[in-house]
């Protein structure tokens, strides 16, 4: 299953609700302000996601890790991906949820 989420885990709680409960081995989407996420500044403030890595794959969007300055921040264990790779994404999970 692929998890896509939008939203900043300082803003809402999408992100802590998609960690709880995806599964070994599905796959979280960071997109929009949700990239913020994937930086070392929302390590330190524990949105979840570092510990999530060892189960999960990771990506982030990397025009919004762009748009955001955060390109070079990314933790390592997340992969970028451009929109191509977001469509490839959609395209090989046979199952997507975005949480709002």
């Known amino acids: ?3 896509i989420v939008n939203k900043s885990p300082a803003a ?3 992100l802590q609700s ?3 409960t995806a599964r070994d081995g599905h796959s ?3 997109i929009e302000d949700a990239v ?3 930086t070392a500044v929302a390590a330190a403030a524990d949105c979840g996601l570092q510990q999530a890595l060892g189960r999960l794959k990771v990506y982030a969007l990397l025009p919004d890790l762009e ?5 070079r921040r990314c933790l390592p264990g997340i992969e970028t991906v451009d929109y191509g790779g977001f ?3 959609v395209a090989s ?3 997507c949820q975005t949480w709002l």
Do not use: K
């Open 67 to 71: 748009a955001r300055g955060m390109a």
């Open 18 to 20: 998609c960690l709880r």
């Open 93 to 95: 999970h046979p199952n």
């Open 36 to 38: 913020y996420a994937a």
């Open 12 to 14: 809402t709680s999408a």
């Open 28 to 30: 979280v989407l960071l």
């Open 1 to 3: 299953m692929l998890h």
């Open 87 to 89: 469509v490839d994404l």
